[in-house]
């Protein structure tokens, strides 16, 4: 059985299995190879999480659409560097296939992560496993030191929630500080799911709990000068959310429901 001893970490496991999911339906909605060949390997209890549909499709949707930002820097930035913040066993750079064979594509995560990354979801040509907290500022000097021009795209998936608020801000003005002409695309917890994250479909599972809230998608825009909104999504916003059913009701006529899981995006100037 798989024993990961940071409950945070071990939650990276939930986006796998709801891909997995999201790989059995007869029309995926991103049907995530790496997914579909990992999960059957692994000796985990994923069962716990097979009802949690909200997520299924939350996840999926989340995934893809980051996807396409991620895409669109590579488009326009052709010296782009793409780093994943809290990887866990994600494979967007598997998925982007052509569209980012020559974009160089780190991985960061825990130590206990990253080797349990690299048993199962070896690096691929172009791709860097780092094996460091979000929060240390030594990976960033690194990364600068690498890329001194390149334009950096930071994808922090199902990761901020987590921590404390002081860390999350201390994290962004990091990165504002040393990646100017960079992106930001990540998503943040509303005070209604934080509130409730013991009834949350697939985390009242889990060993972890909720803690970031952010209720305005313009508060990071206060912890820096240079870090300026440039998009916000609700899952409404997505027609696939109509998968979800009930709750995609709920999502579209009550307001703290609707905003208490968004899609964001940053430019750093």
Same mark, same amino acid.
């Given at each position: 059985?798989?024993?990961?001893?940071?409950?945070? #970490?071990?939650?990276?496991?939930?986006?796998?299995?709801?891909?997995?999911?999201?790989?059995?339906?007869?029309?995926?909605?991103?049907?995530?190879?790496?997914? %579909?060949?990992?999960?059957?390997q692994i000796d985990y209890d994923?069962?716990?999480? !097979?009802?949690?549909?909200?997520?299924? *499709?939350?996840?999926?949707? !989340?995934?893809?659409?980051?996807?396409?930002?991620?895409?669109?820097? *590579?488009?326009?930035?052709?010296?782009?560097?793409?780093?994943?913040?809290?990887?866990?066993?994600?494979?967007?750079?598997?998925?982007?296939?052509?569209?980012?064979?020559?974009?160089?594509?780190?991985? @960061?995560d825990l130590p206990d992560v990253?080797?349990? &990354?690299?048993?199962?979801?070896?690096?691929?040509?172009?791709? =860097?496993? @780092?094996? %460091?907290?979000?929060? #240390? =500022?030594?990976?960033?000097?690194?990364?600068?030191? !690498?890329?001194?021009?390149?334009?950096?795209?930071?994808?922090?998936?199902?990761?901020?929630?987590?921590?404390?608020?002081?860390?999350?801000?201390?994290?962004?003005?990091? @990165?504002?500080? !040393?990646?100017?002409?960079?992106?930001?695309?990540?998503?943040? %917890?509303? #005070?209604?799911?934080?509130?409730? #994250?013991?009834?949350?479909?697939?985390?009242?599972?889990?060993?972890?709990?909720?803690?970031?809230?952010?209720?305005?998608?313009?508060?990071?825009?206060?912890?820096?000068?240079?870090?300026?909104?440039?998009?916000?999504?609700?899952?409404?916003?997505?027609?696939?959310?109509?998968? *979800?059913?009930?709750?995609?009701?709920?999502?579209? =006529?009550?307001?703290?429901? &609707?905003?208490?899981? &968004? @899609?964001?995006?940053?430019?750093?100037?």
């Amino acid at each position: 059985m798989l024993k990961i001893q940071n409950a945070v #970490s071990e939650t990276l496991l939930i986006p796998l299995y709801m891909k997995y999911l999201d790989a059995q339906e007869p029309a995926p909605i991103l049907n995530d190879p790496a997914a %579909a060949r990992l999960v059957p390997q692994i000796d985990y209890d994923f069962a716990k999480f !097979r009802l949690a549909r909200r997520s299924q *499709i939350g996840t999926a949707l !989340r995934a893809r659409y980051f996807d396409q930002l991620t895409a669109d820097f *590579i488009r326009r930035k052709p010296e782009a560097v793409v780093v994943a913040v809290g990887c866990g066993l994600d494979s967007r750079y598997e998925r982007l296939g052509q569209a980012a064979a020559h974009t160089p594509f780190y991985q @960061l995560d825990l130590p206990d992560v990253i080797a349990l &990354r690299r048993e199962l979801l070896p690096p691929l040509p172009n791709e =860097t496993l @780092l094996a %460091a907290s979000a929060f #240390s =500022t030594d990976w960033m000097n690194d990364l600068r030191q !690498r890329h001194p021009h390149s334009p950096c795209f930071f994808v922090l998936e199902g990761v901020l929630m987590y921590f404390p608020e002081p860390d999350v801000r201390s994290l962004f003005q990091n @990165l504002a500080q !040393r990646f100017p002409g960079g992106e930001l695309a990540f998503d943040v %917890a509303g #005070s209604f799911m934080v509130n409730h #994250s013991d009834q949350h479909d697939a985390l009242k599972h889990a060993r972890a709990q909720f803690d970031f809230a952010c209720d305005d998608d313009r508060q990071m825009e206060a912890w820096a000068d240079n870090l300026h909104l440039v998009s916000a999504k609700h899952m409404t916003d997505f027609p696939a959310a109509r998968r *979800i059913g009930f709750s995609y009701w709920l999502m579209r =006529t009550i307001a703290k429901i &609707r905003n208490s899981y &968004r @899609l964001l995006h940053y430019h750093i100037s």
